[in-house]
């Protein structure tokens, strides 16, 4: 009960901040496009995509896709509403992640908030869903939509039919995935399979 509790106020705390611009960024902010041509560019953080990813049992490519789509690979990156760093993670949101707000823009720090907020919300999709996985690498892909919107926007994504998102959101969701079937997100560093069976990350699943 104590982790479902610590999970829903996690939640609770960044669907706030979501309703006021948070995660995901809206139309005229800060979020920075990641050219599809600068490979070398994105695959700066690969390392430290894949760490934080594995650590969580996360797709390393999505998270980079996220990346790509939040900040552009921009460190620095802040939004009007004071989301910060690659994975643009509110203040309260990393806080209450363990993660304190002047670090998130050390992009270790950064990653590891986003990759627990990711896990949280992931954590939530299991429940809804009644899925099976232990981690959300292996999510349907109609699952792991919901997540990024979710991420983008708030858990009460989770409850709203995709045609009944925000505008923003539905794009935004669309971006991830136009990133995620990039050569510019494939990760650079070495990968380690999760499954023997299943495809590798470095040419991940299409």
Avoid at 37 to 61: M, V
Avoid at 101 to 108: G, M, S
Avoid at 150 to 173: C, D, E, S
Avoid at 177 to 193: G, I
Wanted: net charge positive; proline share 8%.
């Amino acid at each position: 009960m104590k982790i479902i509790a610590t999970v829903c106020l996690v939640c609770l705390i960044h669907a706030g901040s979501a309703a006021e611009g948070s995660v995901g960024p809206k139309p005229g902010g800060a979020r920075r496009r990641a050219p599809m041509s600068q490979a070398e560019k994105a695959a700066r953080y690969d390392g430290l995509i894949l760490k934080n990813a594995q650590d969580h049992r996360l797709n390393p490519r999505l998270v980079k896709s996220i990346i790509a789509a939040e900040s552009g690979f921009y460190y620095g990156a802040v939004s009007p509403k004071g989301a910060r760093g690659l994975m643009q993670v509110m203040p309260s949101t990393a806080e209450g992640l363990g993660v304190p707000r002047a670090k998130l823009h050390d992009p270790d720090s950064n990653l590891r908030a986003g990759t627990a907020y990711l896990d949280v919300l992931c954590g939530r999709a299991r429940i809804i869903y009644a899925l099976k996985a232990k981690g959300c690498s292996d999510a349907p892909l109609w699952v792991q939509q919901r997540i990024v919107a979710a991420y983008n926007a708030g858990p009460r994504m989770f409850h709203r039919r995709p045609r009944r998102w925000p505008l923003a959101t539905r794009h935004y969701v669309r971006d991830v995935f136009a990133y995620y079937r990039s050569p510019a997100t494939m990760l650079r560093a070495p990968v380690m399979r999760t499954n023997p069976e299943s495809e590798p990350y470095l040419l991940a699943k299409r």
